[in-house]
């Protein structure tokens, strides 16, 4: 495991941290806030604080990294991402320095560089270039395979052989809190009636974690499963909205369109990778053998704890999954590594989701479709109603931290209310 020091578990902070937060000193994940509708800028979460990254540069605590103002002036992190893995690493560990209880040098700008969260806007953290959308998770291709059609033949035969995956819709990756209309489109209602236009009728999210890629090599070079780390600055929740009855109708023979680029939802601060390293753990054995441009040493899956919740309007919330990230069958060195291997290049805010994650029992399932297994299954709502689908005025809450003994590493939350159609 690498040593961070930033990540030291006995460091503590003289910003108060409340029991159970998702942002310790030991996180400091990275986003982009504004304060009564001012210019977005570059902050930082401790506790239930905002650090004002623009506000400690100018006041000179951020002297001798490579770092300008305009990096931390900005309405996304791309620029501050453009000096790589080991300039983040090294502003990372001097924003822990300057937090830390022992350090005095912070404390007396304290009104100057410190805001409530509550009192914040979160944005979308970066400017997406590129987004690609994985298949990753083992149990929800077999379950959907099991679905449409059996469970001798649940997985395709390319399946395990490369991380599937397909390129998304950057334009359409909202920010948490952002509200959706349900999409339109065509559906085919049976085998023997034409198709129709009109809002889909099986509206469902997915629960998918994903990540953010710092500036790749030149077009026509390709990143290692070894070299991958270096390459990923962080990571997000991320619901990538589905609409099943448009995606059966139109995902032959060139997969989804328009039943997936409506909206995809991302929580709004970004975990580095870093701040991850020590919840990683072994991923599954992986038969038959990948070829060795997948092949990968060490720890490389990660576990972080995820649940999702659906929210009548006026209503409780109801948790309808709880999964985990170790589930997944390909992790992301392998992910980035298949992705770059026939040259494609990468930019700095490029984003990459890990697909469906669901877990091997009911209960771990990751989308509606699963959960109420193709609507046969709805499931029952706290309220008496129940659920096969996601219906107009829902919320629909995503939450996930990893957690050792009394350390959590959180991500926060991403949330999204399902409007009409328009």
Not at 371 to 384: E, H, L, Q, R
């Amino acid at each position: 495991m690498l040593n961070i020091k930033a990540n030291n578990p006995n460091l503590k902070s003289w910003v108060s941290v409340p029991e159970n937060s998702d942002f310790p000193i030991q996180n400091l994940p990275f986003g982009i806030f504004s304060i009564n509708e001012e210019y977005p800028r570059v902050g930082v979460a401790i506790g239930d604080k905002i650090l004002d990254l623009k506000a400690i540069f100018e006041l000179g605590h951020l002297s001798g990294l490579p770092f300008k103002a305009s990096d931390f002036d900005s309405e996304y992190l791309n620029s501050m991402m453009m000096h790589g893995k080991e300039g983040t690493r090294a502003l990372r560990d001097r924003i822990s320095e300057l937090l830390n209880i022992e350090n005095t040098e912070l404390k007396g700008d304290a009104e100057k560089v410190l805001f409530n969260q509550n009192e914040a806007q979160m944005h979308l953290p970066v400017m997406v270039g590129d987004y690609t959308d994985f298949y990753s998770s083992e149990q929800h291709a077999y379950n959907v395979g099991c679905m449409f059609r059996d469970p001798a033949n649940a997985l395709l035969p390319n399946w395990k052989h490369i991380p599937v995956g397909y390129h998304g819709r950057a334009s359409s990756i909202i920010p948490s809190g952002q509200s959706i209309h349900r999409p339109k489109g065509q559906q085919k209602p049976s085998e023997t009636e034409p198709p129709v236009f009109g809002p889909c009728k099986l509206l469902d999210f997915e629960l998918e974690m994903a990540f953010i890629t710092y500036e790749g090599k030149e077009l026509g070079d390709s990143i290692t499963t070894a070299e991958a780390d270096d390459y990923i600055f962080g990571m997000t929740l991320f619901n990538d909205w589905s609409a099943r009855d448009i995606q059966k109708w139109e995902y032959v023979p060139l997969g989804p369109f328009l039943a997936k680029n409506f909206a995809s939802s991302t929580s709004c601060w970004v975990v580095t990778l870093d701040a991850l390293e020590p919840y990683r753990v072994p991923g599954p054995i992986q038969d038959p053998k990948v070829l060795s441009y997948l092949e990968y040493s060490g720890d490389k899956h990660i576990a972080i704890d995820l649940e999702v919740l659906i929210q009548p309007e006026n209503g409780e919330e109801n948790k309808v999954c709880h999964s985990n990230y170790k589930h997944m069958y390909w992790n992301m060195n392998q992910q980035l590594a298949h992705h770059t291997a026939n040259g494609c290049d990468i930019h700095a805010g490029d984003m990459m989701a890990s697909g469906t994650i669901s877990g091997g029992k009911e209960g771990e399932y990751g989308s509606m479709l699963e959960i109420s297994w193709k609507g046969t299954k709805p499931f029952k709502m706290n309220d008496g109603s129940e659920r096969k689908f996601i219906q107009d005025s829902d919320t629909v809450i995503m939450r996930g931290y990893a957690q050792k003994g009394d350390l959590r590493i959180g991500f926060g939350e991403v949330s999204s209310k399902v409007l009409p159609a328009k």
